[in-house]
């Protein structure tokens, strides 16, 4: 299956204890001195898309030999980090799981001296982590129930009497809360700056309990709002562009629009204690530049976090333009903010439970 | 050896071969002890040594020191009480299902003759053989709005607006039964197997009409399986994951779920723990009260 | 001890044969082997049982002689025409039965000859092909068995094993809506009667297997019952407590006093116990009779031969007379009809007339033969001889402590002895 997208983790990290399984790689060159990393991302056809865009280029340029493994998230990190064993060098993570685990000790602040950020979107990088390729949270629509002219706002999603039908929207705070203050009225710019109270939260809470009773399924992963389109269980829901893409190449009766949506991320950190902490940090420079970043839509339809991969003609113009951070694209979208996570994730995520749990 | 127990060593070596005997007798148990002592290692590695460390980390906070927060948080927040609850309703009700399906079925199976009876177990123990994804999945695919069974429906005039059968309690239960289903049969089957038609005899004989020899002499001769198989569901579906997930459409979220969410949320098994260490303690409690209520330690420490 | 072993000894010197001369002390030896019997001075003074049954000496009370009876009396059954096959086999042949009421009545057969089925059958169980059940008056053949109103006693006995002894029976009577106080009072006095007065609270896996038989025989009698049926109840126990049952179960019924119908395959436990006794075969009856009719004057060969150990020798008939190996045979009771007919002898009836000596009695037929073999076996003997014409013939007789010196070697000629009232012609059929 594919990637599950989320601002601070993916839905399977809990759930399995991930295997530690060694992905190819070792130590093949005769080289005394030999530079190496150890990576540990999600597997699946998310890490074969890294491999191949990224690591697996970069190995070959660089000489770096890279190990690659599978992990369950942050919270083996902090395992790791907690008993003085870390093994990896880098992590792929979520963004807002990054923030937090960067805010909790668990990362090495990244040298941007090293790793040339200059052509990122702003966004795209912190402290702690690199972007490493950029999705977003946008809204599909069934179009056999609305037919092309579907809902073009989170104001529309909101609007029953104009677009009756059922709606499907996340079961988890991450990416919830944001459409539900731009469908109030909230300007975009000013979405995380009303979140950042609690009776900010409240009012986008209040508005998704507006349209509860219209929610038909609460969704916790990626794989199952595709799905859920494709079946036409809902006819309109919240989700990862990525999915629907999949789903609509796969014959899905859906579109969906980059307008007011969440621009998004997924980044690479280097964990408290990493062997090969210097390594690391050049290999992360090395993958951050263009040509690499512009091989990942060849094989995941999610977006370079480096701008300069749209100019260095690599990637197919129609290609290009579908893409989450193509400049036109990116610049309906709202950034998400990764800090309001840091701080408000944990407290927005209980009162957004109890409102699930209503 | 001190004087005070001299008399009665003396006294035991008069008696020939004490001693020794005695000494083949501590042998031998300690013989057998080592004989199950991998057994019990086993059990203490994959059940004894987990648990702690559930209990241990459950009083971790994010910095690693002590903490009750991981439980505070589940007093403050109004959602893990409904989870909880949720959890207890939604496995309360499965067995309950299970039972009313499972019972009359195992009665059914357990009348016919063995050979019969044999065959329509393995259409009973079928599902075993399917993934436990694939069989939830199969549901999603007939429940769904424009699934199968609410086309049929719609097809034949049964109903003229799609129902809904699935993302709710009601879908989540029909999966869930449809897992559990042969947990409870397969004991409540052995147990019917194993009563003695001559108890049904007798008590035909002592005056009782069939249906008061069933109640008063099949059923409570069955109800150490019930009790067995009802114990297995219940206890089974308070861990249950996949199918209230994907069956549940995040309505119907249980412990597994937010312990999963806990997870990704605080990095941090701790909160997750807690969790883990509520629903152990809460379901132990009911079951101790089960226990008494229904002294099924009576039924079942009935042997022969 | 000194006189066991003594006599342990002398037995030894006898078997081995190496003192001729003491055991045959010639004309000392004024009583050689009988049963109970003097001597030959004054031998075949016959002990007459008559009509009293082997079980009404054992309990020293003629059956029914102080009965109780239950509510309503005792109910007598009538069988007939009753048949079940199952497949070919006919578990029930055409089954016509009267057991009286009151009475102590005992199916005895070999295993599969339909004793079962026929209880079951009673006991609404099993449905018959064919046939008429009567409780009574009442036609029952149709009646569900829990509107049968019959006591039961199962093989494996049946108790509920989630009550505990007091609720076993108790059971019947809840069913019967009898109240609270009644009801522990009859449990408790039905426990009494069956002499497990206060183990009411005892859970039935507490139980040995001869408290567990009282409890089953408690339960079926509890609610008073006009009929009582058992199932080889006995089986299950060891033999010391087997024969103690037998004796209980007697007395009970005689107390009682319900018609009772007992189904065993054991021929010394019917004869213990019965009134009469309905032998079974192949789904038939082949007598009926009372303990001592069965036994002395078996009806047909299958019967002697189920009933006590007896060796069949063929007999004709012509003009009257009946001969064996052209012997003329002085016979009790010349069977009528035209079948074939044999000889029966059994063991305990013959007696050893010793070298020498010649039956002169009118009312005795003689045997030659040889001895073969002789086993001891502690309160008797047995001796096997086999008859000129090489039928082996099984002589038993009582120990006594001077017998030693009155038995005959192996290989020596011996006549046997049979007094004309044992010398009983069965027909051939049946076997
Ligand atoms: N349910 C049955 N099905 C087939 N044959 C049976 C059944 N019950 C009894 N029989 C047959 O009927 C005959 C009589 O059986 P049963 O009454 O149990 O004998 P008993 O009790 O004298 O040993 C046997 O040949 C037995 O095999
Ligand atoms: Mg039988």
Redesign the interface.
């Known amino acids: 299956m594919g990637k599950d997208k989320s601002f601070s983790s993916r839905s399977r990290a809990g759930i399995a204890v991930a295997a530690m399984a060694l992905a190819a790689g070792g130590f093949v060159s005769g080289a005394t001195a030999q530079e190496k990393v150890t990576i540990a991302s999600w597997g699946g056809s998310y890490q074969d898309a890294q491999s191949k865009a990224l690591f697996q280029p970069a190995e070959k340029a660089t000489g770096i030999a890279v190990t690659e493994e599978t992990y369950g998230g942050m919270s083996d990190v902090r395992l790791k980090v907690k008993a003085g064993a870390m093994t990896w060098d880098i992590v792929a993570s979520g963004s807002g799981s990054a923030a937090r685990a960067g805010a909790e000790g668990l990362l090495e602040p990244l040298d941007y001296e090293v790793i040339d950020v200059s052509n990122f979107y702003p966004t795209l990088k912190m402290k702690y982590c690199v972007g490493g390729d950029v999705f977003s949270t946008v809204f599909a629509w069934n179009t056999e129930t609305y037919g092309e002219n579907g809902p073009q706002s989170w104001a529309d999603f909101w609007d029953v009497e104009k677009f009756p039908g059922k709606r499907a929207y996340r079961g988890k705070v991450a990416g919830a809360l944001e459409p539900a203050l731009m469908a109030d009225g909230v300007p975009m710019d000013k979405v995380y700056e009303v979140l950042s109270t609690e009776e900010g939260i409240e009012r986008a809470l209040n508005k998704i309990r507006e349209l509860k009773p219209h929610i038909a399924v609460w969704w916790s992963s990626g794989a199952q709002h595709a799905q859920l389109m494709k079946d036409g269980e809902v006819d309109m829901t919240t989700g990862w562009n990525g999915r629907f893409d999949v789903a609509i190449n796969d014959g899905a009766k859906a579109a969906y629009s980059f307008n007011q949506a969440l621009l998004d991320y997924d980044c690479f950190a280097i964990p408290k204690g990493a062997p090969n902490k210097d390594t690391a940090m050049k290999f992360l420079a090395e993958i951050s530049k263009a040509e690499y970043q512009a091989n990942l839509p060849k094989y995941i339809t999610y977006g370079p976090t480096n701008k300069l991969a749209y100019e260095i003609g690599k990637i197919d113009k129609a290609v290009a333009e579908k893409l989450p951070s193509h400049p036109d694209n990116a610049k309906l979208q709202l950034p998400v903010d990764i800090e309001w996570y840091g701080k408000f994730e944990q407290k927005a995520s209980a009162m957004y439970q109890d409102l699930v749990t209503e | 050896m001190s004087d005070l127990a001299l008399p009665t060593s003396s006294s035991s070596l008069a008696h020939s071969n004490q001693q020794e005997l005695k000494r083949d007798a501590r042998q031998e148990r300690f013989v057998l002890f080592s004989l199950c002592s991998p057994a019990l290692l086993l059990v203490l590695i994959i059940m004894v040594l987990p648990v702690g460390w559930l209990f241990w980390l459950s009083f971790l906070g994010?910095d690693?020191n002590f903490t009750l927060e991981n439980y505070q948080?589940m007093v403050?927040?109004?959602?893990y009480a409904?989870?909880f609850r949720?959890t207890f309703e939604v496995s309360l009700l499965t067995t309950a299902i299970c039972i009313l399906i499972g019972y009359p079925l195992a009665y059914f199976l357990s009348q016919l003759p063995r050979r019969t009876a044999n065959l329509c177990m393995i259409t009973v123990l079928l599902p075993f053989w399917t993934s436990l994804l694939v069989r939830t999945y199969a549901w999603l695919?007939l429940l769904?709005?424009?699934?199968l069974v609410n086309e049929w429906g719609m097809d034949i005039g049964l109903w003229d607006e799609p129902i809904?059968l699935v993302?709710n309690l009601t879908g989540t239960l029909i999966g869930m039964v449809h897992i559990m289903l042969p947990f409870l049969i397969l004991p409540v089957y052995g147990s019917m197997r194993a009563i003695?038609r001559?108890?049904l005899?007798?008590?035909?004989?002592?005056?009782?009409?069939?249906t008061?020899?069933f109640w008063?002499?099949f059923f409570?001769?069955s109800?150490p399986g019930l009790f067995a198989g009802s114990l297995i569901v219940f206890v089974l579906c308070l861990g249950f994951?996949v199918t209230p997930?994907?069956l549940g459409?995040?309505?119907v979220?249980m412990v597994s779920?937010?312990?999963?969410?806990?997870?990704?949320?605080?990095?941090?098994?701790g909160a997750?723990s807690a969790l883990g260490v509520v629903l152990l303690v809460l379901t132990l409690a009911i079951l101790g009260v089960a226990s008494r209520v229904l002294r099924f330690d009576q039924?079942l420490g009935?042997?022969? | 001890m000194e006189r066991l072993s003594l006599s342990g000894v002398a037995f030894l010197m006898y078997f081995f044969g190496n003192d001729q001369t003491l055991v045959f002390a010639g004309q000392s030896c004024a009583t050689p082997f009988s049963m109970g019997r003097s001597c030959f001075s004054d031998r075949y003074e016959r002990f007459v049982l008559n009509e009293m049954t082997p079980a009404a000496s054992s309990t020293g009370s003629p059956a029914n002689s102080q009965a109780k009876t239950p509510a309503g009396g005792a109910l007598p059954i009538t069988i007939r025409d009753a048949t079940k096959a199952y497949g070919r086999i006919f578990a029930l042949d055409n089954v016509d039965l009267d057991v009286r009421s009151g009475e102590f009545l005992t199916l005895l057969g070999p295993s599969g000859s339909g004793k079962t089925t026929l209880l079951m059958v009673l006991a609404g169980f099993t449905r018959p092909d064919y046939g008429s059940i009567k409780f009574g008056e009442r036609e029952i053949v149709r009646t569900p068995p829990h509107k049968r109103d019959l006591g039961m006693v199962f093989q494996n006995y049946a108790l509920f094993p989630h009550m505990t002894v007091a609720a076993n029976v108790a059971f019947p009577l809840k069913l019967r809506g009898v109240s609270k106080p009644e009801m522990d009072q009859r449990v408790e006095q039905a426990l009494e009667t069956v002499q497990l007065g206060g183990y009411g609270e005892r859970r039935i896996d507490q139980l040995s297997g001869g408290q567990r038989q009282r409890v089953a025989l408690a339960r079926a009698i509890v609610f008073e019952p006009r009929i009582l049926l058992m199932d080889e109840p006995l089986s299950a126990l060891d033999k010391k407590l087997r024969e103690q049952m037998q004796i209980e179960l007697r007395r009970l019924h005689d107390k009682l006093g319900m018609t009772t119908v007992y189904v065993t395959h054991d021929q010394r436990e019917a004869l213990t116990m019965s009134d009469r006794i309905a032998v079974i075969n192949h789904g038939r009856v082949m007598q009926l009779g009372t303990p001592n009719e069965i036994y002395e004057r078996p009806a047909n060969r299958f019967v002697a031969d189920f009933i006590g150990e007896s060796t069949f020798l063929p007999v004709s008939v012509q003009d009257g007379v009946a001969s064996f190996g052209g012997q003329a045979l002085k016979v009790a009771q010349l069977p009528r009809g035209d079948h074939e007919l044999l000889l029966m002898l059994r063991p305990e009836r013959l007696h050893l007339v010793t070298n020498g000596e010649e039956v002169r009695d009118s009312a005795v037929n003689a045997f030659q033969a040889q001895v073969r073999e002789m086993v001891y076996q502690g309160d008797s003997f047995l001796m096997y001889t086999e008859l000129e014409d090489g039928t082996e013939v099984t002589v038993r007789g009582m120990t006594r402590r001077d017998m030693v010196s009155c038995l005959p070697a192996i290989g020596d000629a011996v006549q046997l002895a049979l007094h004309s009232d044992d010398t009983v012609l069965v027909s051939a059929e049946g076997a």
């Open positions: 994010e690693g948080r403050e927040s109004k959602s409904r989870i949720n695919v769904q709005r424009r699934g809904k993302h003695d001559d108890y005899k007798a008590a035909a004989n002592l005056g009782a009409s069939p008061q020899a008063r002499v409570p001769l109800l994951f997930a994907v459409g995040g309505k979220i779920m937010r312990i999963a969410t806990n997870i990704e949320l605080f990095f941090n098994w997750a039924i009935r042997g022969h």
